[in-house]
């Protein structure tokens, strides 16, 4: 007697709409997830600038290097680089 009702019911609720709500519940899941990992990613980056920020406030100026001494064994008076 419930055979033809038990079939109905079975047809409502097809394996497509069972696939459909595991599809769902996992991308519910991820986004939940992806949530969370953004926040602690942010927390984290602002932790970091603001660190950073704190240690380098102060510009570095380049150094600036001696000019060097010429060689004693150097030549500007002779002819150079010769090419045949």
Do not use: H, I, Y
């Not at 019911?9 to 709409?17: L, P």
């Not at 970091?48 to 064994?73: E, F, H, I, L, N």
């Amino acid at each position: 007697m419930a055979a033809s009702e038990l079939t109905t019911w079975v047809m409502v609720f097809d394996v497509t709409v069972v696939f459909d709500m595991a599809v769902l519940t996992l991308t519910l899941q991820a986004v939940a997830r992806g949530r969370d990992l953004n926040r602690t990613l942010r927390r984290v980056c602002q932790t970091v600038a603001a660190r950073s920020s704190a240690v380098g406030r102060r510009r570095r100026t380049r150094r600036r290097r001696k000019p060097r001494a010429p060689r004693p064994d150097a030549d500007d008076a002779g002819p150079g680089l010769v090419f045949a």
